[in-house]
């Protein structure tokens, strides 16, 4: 019996994309202290470039930016065709491929967020450190680590969230291959593609986030959110909400033709 009215295909897409985005957060996340703390802290020749550079892939249209990935890393492109022969490293139309379209995608994000932390922290406790004989690297574990915490966690938090709901550069990049890199918004635009093949499922997921969001009004807490989650799935598992939808498919269909 498939849980939650999902079927085995359509949680491995779920599985997929929480991987895609963990190891896309966590991989982005050295890069994107090292940068800001670059653009926040320091002077250079091509600051601006850089900065320009990192904000890219909020300008351009996401499948762009996922053409670009293609070019660039693809199997018959000079750096695919490196990191392939070097180190056995493939990157199009893998999963590895969409935790980097991913992780680009959600980098700028990251970085703004983690910027504006560094931003905050007075350099002036920074320099009494290090009049007190502290290192540099002493001095952004021990201070400026600790005060920029709150932007590091909603930098990973937004990077997560973005990369969850990545669509265009990951299905330029790695296409939409069910078990291997169909992800969750992958999934659900080959539900769309099908006439009515969202509908039940939406109406469902709908009901049982709204249970667990209503979960503190629950005498019994998960239990009953559990219990309200079962008899959703019940319901539209039920014959008359089948055949209310299939006449409600029929009506649209004709009303289309």
């Not at 250079?44 to 990935?69: A, D, E, K, M, S």
Request: net charge positive; charged share 10%; aromatic share 12%.
């Amino acid at each position: 019996m498939p849980l939650f009215g999902l079927a085995p295909t359509e949680w491995q897409a779920v599985q997929l994309s929480l991987l895609v985005a963990f190891w896309a957060s966590l991989l982005s996340l050295p890069l994107a202290v090292l940068v800001a703390y670059a653009l926040a802290r320091w002077q250079f020749w091509g600051r601006q470039l850089l900065n320009i550079c990192v904000h890219l892939p909020l300008i351009l249209p996401p499948v762009v930016t996922g053409y670009v990935l293609l070019l660039v890393f693809g199997q018959t492109a000079p750096v695919g065709r490196f990191l392939n022969d070097t180190f056995g490293i493939v990157l199009a139309f893998r999963w590895t491929g969409a935790v980097l379209a991913a992780a680009v995608m959600a980098f700028p994000l990251m970085m703004r967020a983690i910027r504006l932390a560094i931003e905050a922290v007075d350099p002036k406790l920074e320099q009494a450190a290090t009049t007190l004989g502290a290192g540099p690297i002493r001095v952004f574990l021990t201070i400026t680590v600790p005060m920029m915490a709150p932007g590091l966690v909603a930098g990973v938090v937004l990077a997560f969230a973005k990369a969850m709901g990545e669509f265009g550069a990951t299905i330029t990049f790695v296409a939409n291959i069910p078990g291997q890199t169909q992800t969750l918004p992958s999934a659900i635009y080959a539900f769309l593609q099908v006439p009515g093949g969202m509908l039940l499922r939406f109406g469902f997921w709908s009901c049982l986030f709204l249970s667990l969001f209503l979960r503190w009004r629950c005498p019994n807490g998960w239990r009953g959110a559990l219990c309200m989650a079962q008899a959703n799935d019940a319901f539209f598992r039920s014959q008359s909400f089948r055949r209310r939808f299939q006449s409600c498919a029929q009506i649209s269909g004709s009303q289309r033709r």
